[in-house]
C-alpha cells in the first residue's frame, strides 16, 4: 500500500470551499495540539480530523498515510520510556547506570507523556495531510500568492511539490537498474552501504538537473515572465460560507491560545499524574473547540448547496 | 514566414558549430520534417526558432532567424510565445500545472489574458483536440499519449502562427504516434498554422509533411518535397534510413521494374506498385516453420497488480527461448515493462510463478537472477554513475561475483565489442547520447547474462547505429542467449525479431513467429505487410519486410 500525500478530487463538498478555508483549518488544529496539553483534549481533537477525512471523501488515501503514524508514535512512546527516567511511579528500574541517562528506568509518567506526544503528532500529520489532498497545489499556489507571498518563489515551492512524485518515480527506476546489475543496496558495512547509494544518488541528481533544465525551457516557451500583470484562472471566490468558516476557525484558534494561561484543559505529567477527568469548564471549552474544527464541514454542505 | 539568414550556432564549452550557415524560408502553412541523425542539430534549429537559442542556451550566433520579421535574436522566446508553440520530447517536463485546464492556462495567465477569454479558449482548444472529457483531469491520471495532446493544447491555446514539435511522438506507441500526427496535420489544415516536426522515424510521418529538411553536422543538405528528398541520392552519409515503401520502390525502379514518383503512404503504395507486385508468390522458405529453442524464462499464468490496485498482468502465460530475439510489443500501459520487471525479480507475481533457468523467482534474490538475466533500461543515464567507462563495467561484474582475472578478461571484451575502447578512462556522463547507450549496454553484456532484455533500444537512434545495434543483438542470441526488446518501433521487429509477444491489458493477444503477429495487428503491422497483404493474391502475411518482398518478386 502506497502512501498518498497528493491532491484527490473526490468531489466532495469541502473540496468546493475556498482555498483558503482548509489551510485555517489546519493551524487552528495545529495550534489546538500545541497549546493544550490534556490528554482527553489531544485525543479529542486528533478524532476530530477522522470526520473531515469522511466528509471528504478521501478516508481511504488519509488511513494509507496515518497507517505511518501509528508506527512513529509506537516509536515516542518507546524512545520516550527509555531515555526519559522522570515519574513517581516506576515500573521497572535497570540495576546499571548510563552516561547521560542515568539509571533506566520505566515509569507511567513516561509512557503517558510519550503517549501524548504520540497523539500530538497524529493530529498535526492528519491535518497536513488532509490538507494535501483536499486542497489542489495550485489553489494553494494561489491561497499564497493572495497572502502577498512573492509569486516567484511560490511558484518554484509548488513545482518542486508538483515534482516529488516525479522524483520518488525516478528514483525507482534507477534503483531497478542498479538492482538489474546486481547491486544490493543494503549489502556490506555502514561505508559500503553508503558507497552503493552513490549508485542511486548520482544519477537521481544529475537527471533531476536535466529535467530542471527541461522545465525551464518549457516555462520559457509559454510565456512566462512575459506581462506585468498576470491573471489568474480559477480564482477561487469567497463567499459567505467561507468567510463564517474562517471567522469560525479564528475564534477556534482564539479560543485554544486562551485556554493555556486560563488553565483549561491544562495537565501535568510529572512527577505524577494528573487526575483524568477534566473540569467542567474544560469540558466546556473543549467542546466548543471541537464544535468550531468540525464547522467547515456543515458549512462546505450548505455552500455547494447554495451553489448548486 | 520564418526564415533562416546564413545561420550558425555554436554552444558554449564546444568547438563543433550546432548549426552551421543554415539558410531556408518557411512559408505560412507549410508542415516541414527536419530529419537527420543524432547531433545533426535539429532540436538546436527548433529552438532557434522560438529564440531558446541564445536567450537561453547560451553560445555564439552569426546570421539570424526571423518570425514574422520579428529577429529572434532581439526578441525573448516569452516574447515569441504568442507565435511560436513549442512541444518537446517529454510530456512530463513541460506541463507545469496539476491538471489539464489549469496547464493549459498557464501560458495564457502569463500573457495577462481575461479570465473569460482564457475559459473560452481553454474550451475551443480541448474540442479541437477532442479533449474535451479531459478538461478536469489531473495531468497525472493520462496516459503518454494524452499527456502528449495536452502539452499540445497548452501550446495550441495561445493561438501561435507556428507549431514546432521535437520528437514528439518518440514515447509513444504507433497508435497514440498516429493520433497525435493526424491531430497535428487537422490543425495545419483547419487553421492554416506552419508546422515544423523533427522526426528519426520518418515512415510515421511522410504521409503528412509538404517538405523534408535534412540536417547533417549542423548543415542542410536536402531540402525539397517528402518524394523528391526520399527519391534523391542526398540521404547517403546522413543515418537516416528510408521508410520501407520508399525504400521498396527505389529498389524496384533501380531494376527497371517501375517507374514513377516515390509512394508516402500504403495507399500510394498500392495503387504505384500493385502491377509489379499482383500475381507473385512467397517463396516456399519464407513461409517454412522454424524450430523453437529450450525455454530461458517461463511466465506461467502470471497475475499481478500494483498495492492492491486494478491487476497489470492478468493471468500471463509464455516462454523466452533460447536462440530468438522476441519482441515485447503492445500500446502504453499494456504491461510489457510489468512483465519484464518479472524475469529477473524485480518484481514477484501475486499468482503464477515465473522460472529462470528452471529456478522459481520467488525463491532468489534480484542479484543472483541478474546472473542470467540481464536488463537494460530505455534511459542510460539511469544506469551510468561510475567515474570511468572501464569502472561502470567493473562495477557489474564486481556485484555479480566475477573473479578479478576473469573480471579483466570480461571487460576487454566488452569495451572491444561496443568500440568502447578510446573512451575507457572516460567520464560516463559526459559522452555523446549514443555512446552512453552503448556504455548503458555494455554495463549489462558484461556479465553475459543468457537472457538480455532492452526497453525501447531503439528509441533516438538514427539508421545505422539501429542497424549495428541489432546485427549484435541478433549474433548474441545466435551463440544460445535470448534478446526481449521492449519496443514500439515495428519497422526494427520486422525486420530483426524472430518471436512478438503482443500485449494488450495485461494480456497476451499475440505469441508467436513475428510474421504471424505482426499480420493479424491492424495497429503493428509494419506497411510492407499491408502492401503484401493488400496486392498478393496469398501468402502477403508472410512479408514484412522490403527484402522478403522483393525475393517474392525476384
Known sequence: ?308 | MIEFRDLSFTYWGQERPALKEVCLKIDDGEFVLVAGASGSGKSSFCRCINGLIPHFHGGVLSGSVSVDELDTSRHQPKDLAARVGMLFQDPENQLIAADVERDIAFGLENQGCPVEEIDRRIGDVLELLGMAQFRRSPLASLSGGQKQLAAMASALAVRPRVLVLDEPTSELDPASAESLLSAVAGLRRDLGITVVLVEHRLERVVKYVDRIVVLRDGSVVADGSPARVLGAAELDGTGLGLPPLASLALELRRRGLWQGSVPLDVGEACRALAPVIRGKQVPAHVQAATQPGEPLVAVEDVRFSYDGGPEVLRGLTHAVRAGRVLALMGRNGSGKTTLVKHYNGLLRPGRGRVLVDGVDTAMASVATLARSVGLVFQNPNDHLFADTVDDELLFTLRYLGAGTGESRDLLEQALALFGLERYRAHYPRSLSGGERQRVALASVVVARPRVLVLDEPTRGLEHDRKSALMRFLRDYAAQGNAVVLVTHDVETVAEHADDVLLLDDGRVVGDGPAHRVLAASEVFRPDICRLAMACMDEGGEHILTVDRLLEALA
Open chain 1, 1 to 308: 500500500m502506497q502512501v498518498a500525500y497528493s491532491f484527490r478530487d473526490s468531489g466532495s463538498a469541502m473540496h468546493r470551499l475556498s482555498p483558503f478555508v482548509v489551510p485555517a483549518w489546519v493551524a487552528a488544529v495545529v495550534l489546538g495540539v500545541l497549546v493544550l496539553e490534556h490528554p482527553i483534549a489531544l485525543l479529542a481533537l486528533c478524532i476530530a480530523t477522522v470526520p473531515v477525512a469522511v466528509g471528504s471523501g478521501v478516508l481511504r488515501p488519509w488511513a494509507s498515510t496515518m497507517r505511518y503514524v501509528l508506527w512513529m508514535g509506537l516509536a515516542i512512546v518507546v524512545i520516550n520510556a527509555i531515555v526519559s527516567n522522570q515519574g513517581s511511579h516506576v515500573l521497572l528500574q535497570a540495576g546499571f547506570s548510563l552516561p547521560l541517562l542515568g539509571t533506566p528506568r520505566l515509569t507511567v509518567e513516561a509512557l503517558a507523556y510519550g503517549a501524548a506526544m504520540a497523539v500530538r503528532l497524529a493530529a498535526i500529520i492528519s491535518a497536513f495531510t488532509l490538507l494535501n489532498l483536499c486542497v489542489h497545489p495550485d489553489d494553494l499556489m494561489r491561497v499564497a500568492i493572495r497572502l502577498r507571498l512573492p509569486y516567484r518563489s511560490v511558484l518554484v515551492t509548488s513545482l518542486s511539490t508538483r515534482f516529488i512524485p516525479v522524483l520518488l518515480a525516478d528514483a525507482a527506476t534507477i534503483m531497478d537498474a542498479q538492482r538489474s546489475r546486481g547491486l544490493e543496496f543494503d549489502r556490506g558495512n555502514v561505508i559500503e552501504r553508503a558507497r552503493n547509494r552513490g549508485a542511486l544518488i548520482l544519477p537521481l541528481l544529475s537527471n533531476s538537473l536535466d529535467r530542471a533544465t527541461q522545465v525551464a525551457e518549457a516555462m520559457e516557451s509559454r510565456a512566462y515572465g512575459s506581462s506585468a500583470r498576470r491573471t489568474f484562472y480559477r480564482d477561487a471566490p469567497l463567499l459567505a460560507e467561507d468567510v463564517v468558516a474562517l471567522v469560525l476557525l479564528g475564534v477556534a484558534a482564539a479560543l485554544a491560545v486562551a485556554a493555556g494561561p486560563l488553565g483549561l484543559c491544562a495537565y501535568a505529567y510529572y512527577p505524577s499524574l494528573d487526575s483524568l477527568p477534566l473540569p467542567a469548564d474544560g469540558w466546556l471549552a473543549l467542546g466548543a473547540l471541537v464544535a468550531l474544527l468540525l464547522s467547515p464541514i456543515p458549512l462546505a454542505a450548505a455552500r455547494r448547496r447554495r451553489r448548486d
